[in-house]
Every structure is written in C-alpha cells, then in structure tokens.
C-alpha cells in the first residue's frame, strides 16, 4: 500500500477487522507511523498515539505535520491534557495561516483548511475566521473527503440543522467509493445524532448499530467516546447489555475525555459536570436538557419512570440545581 494522505489510516478502504493488517502494510516507514497512530487512537489507546504523534508535530512535511497535530490534540484530550491538547491546536493555527498566505501545493493548502476544520468543529470552536472548507474538498482524497463530509454535517448538526446534517451524511454514504471505514463510522454516528434529535428512536438506534458492528471488530472504541453525550442514551440503550465488556471499557474512557472537551470548549461546567457525574447519568441530563420528558427517557433507555426520576434527582443534588431547566447551563452545546 502506497497511502501518503493525511491521517492515512481514514484514507484506507478496508474491512472490519483488517486495521492492524492495513497498518503494516504502508511502504512509507513515517505515513506507516502515522497510521499506527491513527490505530492506537480509535482503539482508545491514547497515550501510545501521542507518543506517536509527538514525534512529527515539528515536520516539514505537510501531511505528516497535520495528521500528527490532530492526532496530538485528541489523544490528549482523552488523557486529560488539555494544554497539551492546545499545543496541537495552535500548531495546526500557524501552518494554516502560513499556507493561506503562501501555499506550497493546492494539496498542501485543502490539508491544512481540513485540520483547520477537524480541530475546530470537533471541538464545537469557532470557525468563522477559516477559509470556505467547501472550496477545498475537492483537492482531498476520497477517504479524507468522506470525512469532510461528516465534519461539515457536524457543523450542520451544531447550528441545529438536524435534517441537512442527515441528508450530507446519506449522500456521502450512498456516493462513496469503498469501505472507508473509519468515515463510515463517524457518518452513522452522526445519523445517529441527528435522527435522536429528531426523535425518530428507531432510526437513530438502527445507525447507531451499524456503526457499533463495523467498529468493535477492531474495537474502534473513540469515536463513541467522543460522541457519547451527543448519542443522548444511545449507547446505554443499545450497546450496554449487548456488548458488555467493550461497553465497560468505553464508559471508563468517557469521563475523562469529556473532562479534557470541557477544558478547552466550556471550562466554566467541567469540574460540575464531568467530575460529578457517570456516563449513564450524564446521558439522561443530556436527554432532559434536550427536553424529553421523563416517560420519553424512560421508553429510550428501557427503565421505569421512577427509576429515571431518581436518577435525575441525583444528579440535581450532585451538581446543586433544583430544576430541570437548570441543566441546560451545563450540559454540552
């Protein structure tokens, strides 16, 4: 395999369980690397990928630099590093603002607009002062295109444009060239997001088993630990009985990402919500903040309404509020 792409491993068409193979068989020692790294990190093994991605944030290559940045900034935030987290996300600032200004390549120039937007949306940052990323998904390969799909549905998804972010994610899906599948992933995990917002519980449920079944052969835990709370219940109500030892390793890893989201993106909250409360009880805030009812979060999750009303009568006292309303100030936009 010849790959030398951004994030090289999301560039790779290839079937559930073939990671580790794909892996190994980049010719490219340094791209080799890299997708090594991109493995560690969607198999929740953080600290291995920042160790990796450490050693190419100073490259003078483009690709390795913006892949390795990346990769630093979320492998930290799942280990709790949040100023190492914003080391990452100010490198990929300045190779942006140099390339607009004097771009080595078109290539060059759509990679670092990509980072730019992978830092930033993921993040829930502000992007007005970036380029229009639609301008430069063209000069991206198709596997890195894919994934430029579901982070402009992400942004769709943000602005509450729940039935724009679904129709991106099923075009990109239905016009797709092979089995990215780590885009594919993250596509229906946004299905999933955008049909739960949208009240369709079935539909939503559907996407997100679709997601979990290509996933968990190479226990590509991530990109449900970063989504955990925008799945509002979902992976409670799917996975946890289902699947429970890769369910128990998820919720492990859930807290302290989110603890590491929250420092960067909204440090007021962090300490209230990610410190005091558990996954579980952070999906039903989640679910009540977005107004669903107790029933409603009842018949979701499979519990009795009384059982949801002590849960949320927990986590009013953990986080000293004494109303429903109140949630809203504290849980993620």
């Given at each position: 395999?010849?790959?030398?792409?951004?994030?090289?491993?999301?560039?790779?068409?290839?079937?559930?369980?073939?990671?580790?193979?794909?892996?190994?068989?980049?010719?490219?020692?340094?791209?080799?690397?890299?997708?090594?790294?991109?493995?560690?990190?969607?198999?929740?093994?953080?600290?291995?990928?920042?160790?990796?991605?450490?050693?190419?944030?100073?490259?003078?290559?483009?690709?390795?630099?913006?892949?390795?940045?990346?990769?630093?900034?979320?492998?930290?935030?799942?280990?709790?590093?949040?100023?190492?987290?914003?080391?990452?996300?100010?490198?990929?600032?300045?190779?942006?603002?140099?390339?607009?200004?004097?771009?080595?390549?078109?290539?060059?120039?759509?990679?670092?607009?990509?980072?730019?937007?992978?830092?930033?949306?993921?993040?829930?940052?502000?992007?007005?002062?970036?380029?229009?990323?639609?301008?430069?998904?063209?000069?991206?390969?198709?596997?890195?295109?894919?994934?430029?799909?579901?982070?402009?549905?992400?942004?769709?998804?943000?602005?509450?444009?729940?039935?724009?972010?679904?129709?991106?994610?099923?075009?990109?899906?239905?016009?797709?060239?092979?089995?990215?599948?780590?885009?594919?992933?993250?596509?229906?995990?946004?299905?999933?997001?955008?049909?739960?917002?949208?009240?369709?519980?079935?539909?939503?449920?559907?996407?997100?088993?679709?997601?979990?079944?290509?996933?968990?052969?190479?226990?590509?835990?991530?990109?449900?630990?970063?989504?955990?709370?925008?799945?509002?219940?979902?992976?409670?109500?799917?996975v946890r009985k289902e699947d429970t030892e890769i369910y128990?390793?998820?919720?492990?890893?859930?807290?302290?990402?989110?603890?590491?989201?929250?420092?960067?993106?909204?440090?007021?909250?962090?300490?209230?919500?990610?410190?005091?409360?558990?996954?579980?009880?952070?999906?039903?805030?989640?679910?009540?903040?977005?107004?669903?009812?107790?029933?409603?979060?009842?018949?979701?999750?499979?519990?009795?309404?009384?059982?949801?009303?002590?849960?949320?009568?927990?986590?009013?006292?953990?986080?000293?509020?004494?109303?429903?309303?109140?949630?809203?100030?504290?849980?993620?936009?």
């Amino acid at each position: 395999m010849f790959n030398m792409s951004i994030l090289p491993l999301i560039n790779s068409s290839f079937q559930p369980g073939e990671a580790q193979n794909i892996v190994s068989n980049f010719a490219d020692q340094d791209f080799q690397e890299i997708a090594r790294a991109e493995y560690y990190y969607f198999s929740g093994q953080a600290e291995e990928c920042s160790n990796i991605a450490e050693n190419y944030l100073m490259s003078q290559n483009i690709k390795l630099k913006m892949s390795s940045c990346l990769l630093y900034v979320y492998s930290n935030l799942t280990l709790g590093r949040a100023a190492a987290s914003r080391k990452g996300l100010n490198e990929i600032q300045v190779c942006l603002e140099k390339e607009m200004k004097n771009a080595s390549s078109a290539e060059n120039r759509a990679v670092c607009v990509f980072a730019g937007y992978m830092a930033s949306v993921l993040l829930h940052l502000p992007t007005n002062e970036l380029p229009d990323m639609d301008i430069y998904v063209t000069s991206l390969p198709h596997g890195i295109r894919l994934f430029s799909a579901y982070v402009i549905a992400h942004m769709a998804y943000l602005k509450g444009e729940y039935g724009r972010a679904l129709g991106i994610c099923e075009s990109a899906l239905m016009f797709r060239n092979g089995t990215y599948l780590i885009s594919m992933i993250y596509l229906y995990c946004m299905i999933a997001m955008c049909q739960i917002n949208l009240k369709h519980q079935q539909e939503a449920k559907d996407a997100l088993m679709i997601a979990w079944n290509m996933a968990k052969e190479d226990e590509f835990l991530e990109p449900f630990i970063e989504h955990h709370g925008l799945l509002q219940g979902l992976l409670e109500s799917c996975v946890r009985k289902e699947d429970t030892e890769i369910y128990k390793k998820l919720s492990d890893k859930v807290i302290t990402f989110s603890r590491g989201w929250m420092a960067i993106h909204n440090s007021v909250s962090e300490n209230s919500v990610t410190d005091a409360l558990t996954s579980m009880e952070f999906s039903i805030a989640m679910l009540a903040s977005r107004d669903w009812n107790n029933q409603e979060i009842a018949d979701h999750l499979g519990f009795s309404i009384n059982t949801v009303k002590n849960y949320l009568s927990n986590i009013y006292t953990k986080l000293g509020i004494k109303k429903r309303d109140e949630l809203k100030n504290y849980m993620l936009k």
